[in-house]
């Protein structure tokens, strides 16, 4: 079988959805209330311009589309904020949506990357407040391919990073902590799939994918850097090692491995 892969990942930038934060609000309009009240969007704008998107642009292989999906109704000076910063990126694509079905909402992301003249997709999911380091697409497209000679085809698999680094802002100072997860994050974890498949890597919780689908964690380098502040949506809890790495060693990997300092990732 000839086989020829697409990368596509997604980010969801204040997606406004009755199946999202319903645990939290109880209308819709609760909902907006809170996702574009004016000091919440400017706190995601600040990770999204400064981490996440930057984690994106720097990728050693840019062969890959990446979809921000955001609201329709978003504010105005927001929605033109956040298309001043992507459209000058050839491969970064905002898709702003209606108030459907959260996962719907998803499928409809990624599949607004065609399909067509591939056999199969690599689909990695991102939030707008972390991010994967700079070899990232170039290493997951490796493991798929090697995954797909060792299992064949036509079965779904997952691919999870779980060393990386925290930065936690939620005490009086930033703290920045290595940590290796025994289960797979939100940051980076992919799910590599037939094209005609319906599966992608927001089908179940990260936590219990290997539950479900055949997991491949890879602990090679330190792949993601996650945040931790006061708007976010789930409680971050470190299920693993945490804090062997000394400052010194943090910065060097930081520099090497994400093209950032301790001293930047502590301004956000």
């Given at each position: 079988m000839d086989?020829?892969?697409?990368?596509?990942g997604?980010v969801r930038?204040s997606?406004?959805?009755?199946?999202y934060?319903?645990e939290?609000?109880?209308t819709l309009e609760?909902t907006?209330?809170?996702?574009?009240a004016?000091?919440?969007?400017?706190?995601?704008?600040?990770?999204?311009?400064?981490?996440?998107?930057?984690s994106?642009?720097?990728?050693?292989d840019p062969e890959?589309?990446?979809v921000v999906?955001?609201?329709?109704s978003?504010?105005?000076?927001?929605?033109?904020?956040?298309?001043?910063?992507i459209?000058?990126?050839?491969?970064?694509h905002?898709?702003p949506v209606?108030?459907?079905?959260?996962?719907?909402?998803?499928?409809k992301?990624?599949?607004a990357?065609?399909?067509?003249?591939?056999s199969?997709?690599?689909?990695?999911?991102?939030?707008?407040?972390d991010?994967?380091?700079?070899?990232f697409v170039?290493?997951?497209?490796?493991?798929?391919?090697a995954m797909?000679k060792l299992?064949?085809?036509k079965?779904?698999?997952?691919i999870a990073?779980?060393?990386?680094?925290?930065?936690r802002?939620?005490g009086?100072t930033?703290?920045i902590?290595?940590?290796?997860e025994?289960?797979?994050?939100?940051t980076g974890?992919?799910l590599?799939a037939?094209?005609g498949?319906?599966?992608?890597?927001?089908?179940?919780?990260?936590?219990k994918l290997?539950?479900?689908?055949n997991?491949?964690?890879d602990?090679?380098?330190?792949a993601?850097?996650?945040?931790?502040?006061g708007?976010?949506?789930?409680n971050?809890a470190q299920m693993g090692?945490?804090?062997k790495?000394?400052?010194?060693?943090?910065?060097?990997a930081?520099?090497?491995?994400?093209?950032?300092?301790p001293?930047a990732?502590?301004?956000?």
């Amino acid at each position: 079988m000839d086989r020829k892969v697409k990368t596509v990942g997604l980010v969801r930038f204040s997606v406004l959805t009755p199946t999202y934060y319903s645990e939290r609000f109880k209308t819709l309009e609760e909902t907006a209330a809170h996702i574009f009240a004016p000091e919440r969007m400017e706190l995601r704008f600040n990770l999204f311009e400064k981490l996440c998107l930057p984690s994106l642009v720097r990728q050693s292989d840019p062969e890959f589309d990446m979809v921000v999906l955001t609201a329709e109704s978003m504010p105005p000076q927001y929605l033109e904020r956040l298309l001043d910063l992507i459209e000058p990126l050839p491969n970064i694509h905002c898709l702003p949506v209606g108030t459907e079905n959260h996962y719907k909402l998803l499928q409809k992301g990624y599949n607004a990357v065609s399909k067509e003249g591939y056999s199969h997709r690599i689909l990695f999911r991102l939030d707008d407040d972390d991010a994967v380091d700079i070899d990232f697409v170039k290493r997951t497209k490796k493991i798929a391919t090697a995954m797909l000679k060792l299992q064949g085809p036509k079965t779904p698999f997952v691919i999870a990073y779980n060393r990386g680094f925290y930065v936690r802002s939620t005490g009086e100072t930033a703290e920045i902590f290595d940590a290796c997860e025994r289960a797979p994050l939100s940051t980076g974890t992919t799910l590599v799939a037939p094209s005609g498949s319906s599966y992608n890597p927001y089908r179940f919780n990260h936590r219990k994918l290997a539950q479900h689908f055949n997991t491949y964690s890879d602990i090679s380098v330190p792949a993601f850097i996650r945040t931790i502040h006061g708007d976010n949506k789930s409680n971050p809890a470190q299920m693993g090692l945490t804090h062997k790495m000394g400052e010194a060693q943090i910065a060097k990997a930081l520099k090497r491995h994400f093209d950032v300092t301790p001293e930047a990732l502590r301004a956000l």
